[in-house]
Every structure is written in structure tokens, then in C-alpha cells.
Nanobody, 118 residues
């Protein structure tokens, strides 16, 4: 039984930082394509970034230079270090995983809320 549990969300002022965590059970982060998505109220569900099963990391252009995506294999955890936060980063952030990158994802967490105030 695969379970993904997000944590680390909260409320910060613009320019602040947060680090999100996605801790997996029933699945090895090192053998999976691990992703962050986000969704703001009234907006579409957007892909943020991923670490593939071979360790390749990618971020969407809107967060590149501010966010860092990584995995901690010892803790079986996906991380998203978020610096220089902007109000437009406000969203529910979801962890999603599957064996391979590039398609829909079978496993999803319940999300963690990030709110950035001006």
C-alpha cells in the first residue's frame, strides 16, 4: 500500500522560505519518479518539478532559480526548498509518484497548503 504524506506548508510573507517534504511508504523514492504539483483556487493543476528514478531533476520555469527539488533516499523523502516566495506561489502543493516519469501518476498525497502574503 503506497502512501505519500506531505508536510512543511504554512503561511509566510513574500520573500520568505519554506521547505516541503513528501515522505513515502510502500514505495522507494530512489526507484520512482517523484513530483510536486500545485493548485491555486480557481486555477488549473500545475506541475512544479520532479526527480526521476535515475536522479534527474527538473523545475518549471516560473520557480527555477528560487526553488530546489531533491530527494533524501535515506529518509525516503522528496523535498522542495522554496526561497524568495511570491504571492503567486500560494497554492495547495501535492506530491505525486509512479515508477516512470512522463505520464499520469498513480499515487498522490493529500497536499499541504502554502500561503504567501504581500
Amino acid at each position: 500500500q503506497v502512501q505519500l504524506v506531505e508536510s512543511g506548508g504554512g503561511s509566510v510573507q513574500a520573500g520568505g522560505s519554506l521547505t516541503l517534504s513528501c515522505t513515502a511508504s510502500g514505495l522507494l523514492v530512489s526507484d520512482s519518479c517523484m513530483n510536486w504539483f500545485r493548485q491555486a483556487p480557481g486555477k488549473e493543476h500545475d506541475w512544479v518539478g520532479q526527480v526521476s528514478n535515475n536522479g534527474e531533476s527538473r523545475l518549471t520555469e516560473s520557480v527555477s532559480g528560487r526553488f530546489t527539488i531533491s530527494r533524501d533516499n535515506a529518509k525516503n523523502t522528496l523535498l522542495l526548498q522554496m526561497n524568495g516566495l511570491k504571492p503567486e506561489d500560494t497554492a495547495m502543493y501535492y506530491c505525486a509518484a509512479d515508477r516512470w516519469c512522463g505520464s499520469t501518476y498513480s499515487h498522490w498525497g493529500q497536499g499541504t497548503q502554502v500561503t504567501v502574503s504581500s
